[in-house]
């Protein structure tokens, strides 16, 4: 079994869809978690940091960490179609030199 | 720049040649990584350096792959005797301080090895 596991989509929406995006992981010791946004030929970027489990939401994101289950969630709502990208879950914890990543899944939102 | 510079953006060679590749970090920055990402994959991590010194170089596949962080700010990773295998997006991300985890990604070198 993977640390990380993420499904690989692709997945597709209409315009305005709420997207709900998940990863689930085996090492109870990660801490933090976080959510990175790749556009084609470009690099990740930062979108959404959580530490520890709680909510967190920022405009149109909500992060989710549920630590008892070891399940972490990103949902977006009023999805359009500049949203689509790769999404890739991202997390770590104090002794870990950095983070381990998901496979990513690909959004599609169409017009 | 503002952001983390990766140069070249691609670079096809042949097997068996030796390729470098460049990261300048976002200034200030004293934690430097590198990852490699092929496709349908999620970065996986290779080397880490926290200042001039490689901290944890654990994810280098093999000994063909070194880095290096000589003055503590530009990084280059060398790969010798490249092999079709290698051929993937070789990203590079900085950090003000390992303790947050969070990561700035360059736009990533992409290797085709012929």
């Known amino acids: 079994q993977k640390e990380v596991e993420q499904d690989p989509g692709p997945l597709s929406v209409p315009e305005g869809a709420i997207v709900s995006l998940n990863c689930t992981y085996s090492?109870?010791?990660?801490?933090?978690f976080m959510w990175y946004r790749q556009y084609s030929r470009k690099g990740p970027e930062l979108l959404m940091y959580?530490?520890?489990?709680g909510n967190k939401e920022d405009g149109r994101f909500t992060a989710q960490v549920d630590k008892s289950s070891k399940y972490i969630s990103l949902f977006i709502r009023d999805s359009q179609p500049s949203d689509s990208a790769t999404y890739l879950c991202?997390?770590?914890?104090?002794?870990?030199?950095?983070?381990?990543f998901g496979k990513g899944t690909m959004l599609l939102v169409s017009p | 720049g503002a952001g983390v510079s990766q140069t070249p953006s691609n670079k096809v060679t042949e097997k068996g040649k030796y390729v470098e590749l460049r990261c300048d970090p976002i200034?200030?920055?004293?934690?430097l990584y590198w990852y490699r990402q092929s496709l349908g994959q999620g970065p996986e991590f290779l080397i880490y350096?926290?200042?001039?010194?490689?901290?944890?170089d654990s994810g280098l596949p093999n000994d063909r792959f070194f880095a290096v962080r000589p003055e503590g700010s530009v990084s280059t990773l060398k790969i010798q005797r490249t092999e079709r295998g290698d051929s993937a997006v070789y990203l590079c991300?900085?950090?003000?301080?390992?303790?947050?985890?969070?990561?700035?990604f360059g736009e990533g070198s992409r290797l085709t090895v012929l």
């Open positions: 991300a900085s950090s003000p301080t390992r303790d947050t985890g969070e990561l700035f």
């Open positions: 090492n109870s010791a990660f801490q933090y």
């Open positions: 959580t530490y520890s489990s």
């Open positions: 991202a997390m770590g914890g104090q002794g870990y030199s950095t983070l381990t």
């Open positions: 200034s200030g920055h004293t934690a």
């Open positions: 350096f926290q200042g001039t010194g490689a901290a944890d």
